[in-house]
């Protein structure tokens, strides 16, 4: 274990009064520990040394998603391999937790680390609930138009319904235009 402290903090920590912790690196953990099965909160780092990107990938796999996942080297082909076969709520390359502090972008975890992301926009719209409510103006109904026999001009004829509903739509909520259907 390496506990990192300014010397004249070294011999006060950890302070329970201030909550103060010394940030900590832990090396040689084990499976055996608490902190190798649990969420960290706080300034403590595990180190898993590792000799190949399969047993790291493996090993991340084989757990719960975690909040965060920390890779040290290059951005070259094995980070992109471990982001391609890894899940996590978020990810930092060569520095810790660098990700939560890009304004806007989504931070949050994934299954038992949480759900959803909760920065900026992507936040707001991950705790409201939007619904769509739709209603009809045809004279038949939309199922009634795709049973058979149905030709081209009913195709047609559906096609124009479906695509002045979604632009409809779009405007109401502030989408600007409807995609382009095929």
């Given at each position: 274990?390496?506990t990192?402290?300014?010397?004249?903090?070294?011999?006060a920590?950890?302070?329970?009064a201030g909550?103060?912790?010394?940030?900590?690196?832990?090396?040689?953990?084990?499976?055996?520990?608490?902190?190798?099965?649990?969420?960290?909160?706080?300034?403590?780092?595990?180190?898993?040394?590792?000799?190949?990107?399969?047993?790291?990938?493996?090993?991340?796999?084989?757990?719960?998603?975690?909040?965060?996942?920390?890779f040290?080297?290059?951005?070259?082909?094995?980070?992109?391999?471990?982001?391609?076969?890894?899940t996590?709520?978020?990810?930092?390359?060569?520095?810790?937790?660098?990700?939560?502090?890009?304004?806007?972008?989504?931070?949050?975890?994934?299954g038992?680390?949480?759900?959803?992301?909760?920065?900026?926009?992507?936040?707001?719209?991950?705790?409201?609930?939007?619904?769509?409510?739709?209603?009809?103006?045809?004279?038949?109904?939309?199922?009634?138009?795709?049973?058979?026999?149905?030709?081209?001009?009913?195709?047609?004829?559906l096609?124009?319904?479906?695509?002045?509903?979604?632009?409809?739509?779009?405007?109401?909520?502030?989408?600007?235009?409807?995609?382009?259907?095929?």
């Amino acid at each position: 274990m390496l506990t990192i402290a300014p010397p004249q903090e070294a011999d006060a920590l950890p302070r329970r009064a201030g909550r103060r912790i010394a940030p900590t690196v832990l090396l040689d953990v084990t499976e055996d520990m608490a902190v190798a099965s649990e969420e960290i909160f706080g300034p403590v780092l595990a180190v898993y040394p590792y000799d190949d990107l399969d047993d790291v990938i493996t090993y991340v796999n084989t757990r719960p998603s975690p909040l965060a996942a920390y890779f040290f080297g290059s951005d070259g082909p094995e980070f992109l391999e471990f982001i391609r076969r890894t899940t996590s709520g978020g990810v930092s390359r060569n520095d810790l937790a660098v990700h939560w502090g890009i304004e806007g972008a989504p931070s949050g975890g994934i299954g038992r680390s949480g759900m959803g992301a909760y920065h900026g926009k992507v936040g707001f719209l991950t705790f409201s609930h939007r619904r769509t409510i739709a209603a009809s103006t045809a004279p038949t109904g939309m199922a009634q138009n795709l049973m058979p026999p149905a030709g081209q001009a009913q195709e047609d004829a559906l096609r124009g319904f479906v695509a002045h509903t979604l632009a409809d739509i779009h405007g109401r909520i502030g989408a600007g235009p409807s995609p382009q259907q095929p």
